[in-house]
């Protein structure tokens, strides 16, 4: 099931892909940074800083160890142009990547940032069930001119390369994790010479980048490093039994399947193991890995599961903003029907008994979400979105809240840009990274949308922004957002809703 789910996120992926960006203006800015001067691209009212190395490449005796400072440089490095992506399969990358040297960020910052007037930072950790994704895909030109910010978006470690865990390996599981925490270092060293304010920075997230962003505020090592956090579609409380959600594993769970892979490349008689891991070429790492990466708790950077981080209030105390898709799981749905699996009424208590959490209770599930008609994908799309995100993120922000400041959403955009090429089975509704759109140009290509749309896609940078530079995404002459609600964001309704509406939480909360 957990292959379906990436094989899946890998599809809806592309239509991330990166495309050259637009033409710059001939005045090219260049900054200064701790390791050397890079010169970026200038547009229409911000400026662009590609491929900016924050970390040495991970390769030969660094793969698999925690990331190195980059090595600085004479001249003026360019900076026009993105890194490649982290060593991943085909999909949002097109043809896929073998590169491990992709320790690169990507800054873009309005025009008129300095030091002398240091605009608040955002860094974006990108989605893709942890083993996809690249932050090149994120054209942040409208966050940053619109809310009036710098924005960093970030490539870490992916897969076998990110989260190999295995005993006595320093580091097991959480190489990519601690990618994330070289780059926030990066920007607390030198994100002023991009006008950027290195005391104000919001880490923020979508699917498995939200997970990251979990996963940090439960790190102890990253402590300081950011002052806000962003979390979309990416709950904290979710766990192995609901799959299509990013989480975290135990030590014997990370390490069974490091074993695996060892044995798959054909390096687990090997006298030195690790050696032999590090000299396989790294197309063979990515035809052995699972379709699936998760990292690793249990010491080290990450000591506790962030479900249990969450439950107990071992996490960091910053505002949050948090939420999640009406509709996250309809993708899925149509996927797994496309793939041969009906949802009618007759089957539908055999498919509930196979993707339900507790197949004993697949009874209360079926009289929860009737299948009554022919076709049964979006009560199936339910079911997994209330079981993976709608439920859990509710929790999450519940938790969060009971310690300080967080502000809960649902983006619930009917009819938002289509999330995959092809038209799918039914309708799909606001289901997962339909949000994304509203707040990035992906791949560098905005989508079509209607005036509604775009109002909705302002209002939301704003709240975003308005939220990354105090605290609060109040202002601006959008609807007020209360904390003790939801905020519901569509394009003919934004306000607040009573928590959980149109899902069965009550029901989520009593399974594993």
Not at 105 to 117: E, Y
Not at 440 to 454: K, N, S, W, Y
């Amino acid at each position: 099931m957990r292959r379906l789910a990436a094989a899946l996120a890998g599809a809806l992926a592309l239509t991330l892909a990166p495309v050259m960006p637009a033409a710059a203006s001939p005045v090219a800015p260049v900054v200064h940074t701790r390791a050397g001067a890079v010169r970026g691209s200038a547009h229409d009212g911000y400026r662009i800083f590609d491929g900016v190395p924050y970390a040495a490449p991970p390769v030969g005796a660094l793969r698999w160890a925690a990331p190195r400072p980059a090595a600085a440089w004479s001249g003026i490095r360019d900076a026009t142009r993105p890194s490649p992506a982290c060593a991943q399969p085909a999909g949002e990358v097109p043809g896929g990547s073998t590169s491990e040297d992709c320790l690169y960020l990507n800054v873009t910052a309005p025009s008129d940032a300095s030091a002398g007037h240091p605009r608040p930072v955002i860094v974006w950790l990108h989605g893709g069930g942890f083993t996809t994704g690249a932050g090149s895909s994120y054209d942040a030109h409208r966050m940053a001119t619109g809310g009036d910010v710098v924005v960093v978006t970030v490539d870490y470690r992916l897969g076998a390369l990110g989260f190999l865990g295995r005993a006595g390996l320093p580091g097991s599981g959480t190489f990519g994790l601690a990618d994330q925490q070289a780059a926030l270092r990066y920007v607390r060293q030198n994100i002023r010479a991009f006008g950027g304010d290195a005391g104000n920075v919001t880490l923020a997230g979508q699917s498995a980048g939200s997970y990251s962003v979990c996963a940090q505020l439960a790190s102890p090592a990253a402590a300081g490093l950011f002052q806000r956090a962003i979390m979309e579609s990416g709950p904290c409380a979710g766990g192995p039994a609901r799959p299509f959600a990013p989480y975290a594993v135990a030590p014997e769970v990370a390490r069974s399947a490091g074993a695996k892979l060892a044995a798959a490349v054909g390096c687990a008689k090997a006298a030195d193991e690790l050696a032999c891991l590090r000299g396989a070429p790294v197309s063979r790492l990515l035809a052995a890995q699972d379709t699936d990466a998760q990292p690793e708790y249990g010491a080290g950077l990450l000591p506790r599961d962030p479900a249990s981080a969450l439950s107990s209030g071992r996490m960091a105390r910053v505002p949050v903003l948090v939420g999640a898709n009406h509709d996250e799981g309809t993708i899925w749905a149509a996927g797994i029907i496309a793939a041969g699996t009906a949802v009618t009424p007759a089957s539908w208590p055999e498919v509930a008994r196979e993707f339900v959490p507790d197949p004993a209770r697949a009874g209360e599930v079926v009289g929860a979400y009737p299948v009554t008609g022919a076709d049964g994908g979006p009560v199936f799309g339910s079911v997994i979105g209330d079981a993976n995100y709608a439920c859990p993120t509710l929790r999450t922000g519940s938790l969060l809240a009971a310690r300080g400041p967080v502000w809960r959403y649902e983006f619930t955009d009917p009819f938002p840009p289509r999330p995959l090429p092809a038209p799918p089975p039914f309708p799909l509704g606001a289901t997962h990274t339909t949000e994304l759109p509203y707040l990035f140009d992906l791949g560098g290509r905005p989508r079509e949308m209607t005036e509604r749309q775009h109002q909705l896609a302002d209002t939301m940078i704003g709240y975003w922004t308005r939220f990354a530079r105090s605290g609060d995404p109040n202002g601006g002459g959008a609807p007020h957002w209360s904390r003790s609600q939801v905020q519901s964001l569509a394009p003919d309704r934004t306000g607040p809703v009573r928590p959980g509406p149109g899902h069965h939480c009550a029901l989520w909360a009593t399974m594993p």
